[in-house]
């Protein structure tokens, strides 16, 4: 039997439990078996809000039981919240979430699961729980591994994107490229994607000023920052181009010249992506010893149990996530 791959259920209070019951419902024999991480009673929740049958889930209390298609595991005592409601931020909530999230990353590190999907979490409802150092997920996954590095790539048919960093403001964003940021980023993407199946994938750095700085007339960065540290990974045998002007770098990527995408900060890799084709996004975690995707979307407090969520995402990430395991990564 093929290794599981762990699913989180995500916050029960957003769109989490509703996409994951979802893709059950429509994937009778999934190619690696599946096991859930979260409590029972928010997929029953769902369910009972959408007028939705519960799928057939064989209940088990530790991996070595998972013998059916899809089982589901429950990480400890998370009862629901008395006061329990969709689309709102409740500490109980955040607390289950981020136990799965914990649970389903030392299944992977212990090689007990093959990797893990996650349902999207809500920070507040994190932090509510007294998680306030774990801005979400990768701070979590990171914290467990030990890692000081990771990165998130964005995927979606036809175009890759990795961000140099995301949660920061465009100020600060700015601040944070530099030579030696950028150098270690290239490194991290090349090292994971050729562990990963990519036989010496093509990277392309997109600049941080229109035109790429038109030599130093509309920025500095790319003469100072960017094209010694596409120099140095050159040296190091990294198949990277650039700094390429962002206004064409993606639809180049999109047309087949280069395999990923380094983005300089948040919103210049995610609209590219979201524009190019929203609905099947993923996201995956670079820099940690497992393989973890992701939905490219968030709780969706405002259409949280009125069966609106659309299972595409998770799917996809289901596929992705399956394709990193079995060497089939393009």
Known sequence: ME????????DPAGVGPEVVLKTVLTTPQPKHPWILIGSLWSLQRSAGALGLPMPDIDEINSIE?????????????CPAPADFAFGKVQ????ELAVRSVEFAARACLAAEVSAMVTAPIHKEAIHAA????????????ARLAGVNQTATMLMTPGLKVVHLSTHKSLADAVKFVRRDTVLDK???MHDTLTRWGMQQPRIALAALNPHGGEGGLLGKEEAQELQPAVAAAVELGIDVTGPVPADSVFNRAIGGEFDVVLALYHDQGHIAIKVHNFHQSTTATLGIPFV?????????FDIAGKGQADPTGLAAAVDAAEAIVDGRLS
Do not use: F, M, N, W
């Open 65 to 77: 039981e998972a013998t059916a298609p899809v089982s589901l595991l429950q990480p400890g005592a």
């Open 3 to 10: 290794k599981p791959i762990a699913i989180t259920l995500g």
């Open 186 to 188: 290239l490194q991290l």
């Open 91 to 94: 500490a109980a909530c955040g």
């Open 292 to 300: 973890r995707t992701s939905v490219d979307h968030g709780t969706a």
């Open 130 to 141: 007294g998680y306030v150092d774990d801005i979400g997920h990768q701070e979590i996954l």
